[in-house]
């Protein structure tokens, strides 16, 4: 089993790197969904899959829930309410549109995610983001969180 603090000090690692679209390369640059892979490839090896190109506004053109449907080939999916420090949450960043953004969640009710046009951060997990979070992903083989009875 893999410390779930191994995700949160890998995650933490990649914070203020500059945000580059598609990109997975800590301290040069990523996008959120870059933050993940690079989180994977620390705790496992090379990707299970390569990301195939994508343009920015991808999850409105395809309609489709291709981040969702990657997650569930290489991640297991977790009840929202079970959520702990270290698990991948996807949002949806207009009702009823496909899921697009991905962070891990962080302690102390905070994510970390890369913004367009920022950098990766830690920021509070707000209502805002509340709100758009849709699913709820662990990596795998990854120990359970102390006290993780309830969601963030």
């Not at 996008?31 to 920015?56: F, I, Q």
């Not at 053109?61 to 977790?78: N, P, S």
């Not at 949806?92 to 009710?109: C, F, T, V, Y």
């Amino acid at each position: 089993m893999i410390p779930r603090l191994s995700v949160l000090k890998e995650a933490r690692a990649w914070i203020g790197t500059p945000y580059q679209h598609q990109a997975s390369a800590r301290g040069a640059g990523c996008d959120c969904l870059g933050l993940v892979r690079g989180v994977w490839r620390t705790l496992y090896g090379a990707e299970p899959e390569l990301a195939p190109p994508y343009t920015p506004d991808w999850a409105e053109r395809l309609g489709e829930e291709t981040l969702y449907q990657a997650a569930l080939r290489h991640l297991v999916e977790v009840e929202s309410e079970r959520a702990s420090p270290g698990d991948v949450l996807l949002f949806r960043m207009e009702h009823g549109s496909p899921m697009k953004h991905a962070a891990i969640l962080d302690e102390g009710e905070a994510i970390i995610h890369a913004y367009w046009g920022r950098a990766v951060v830690r920021s509070r997990f707000a209502p805002w983001w509340r709100t758009r979070w849709a699913a709820t992903f662990q990596f795998p083989n990854i120990e359970p969180w102390p006290n993780s009875s309830s969601a963030p």
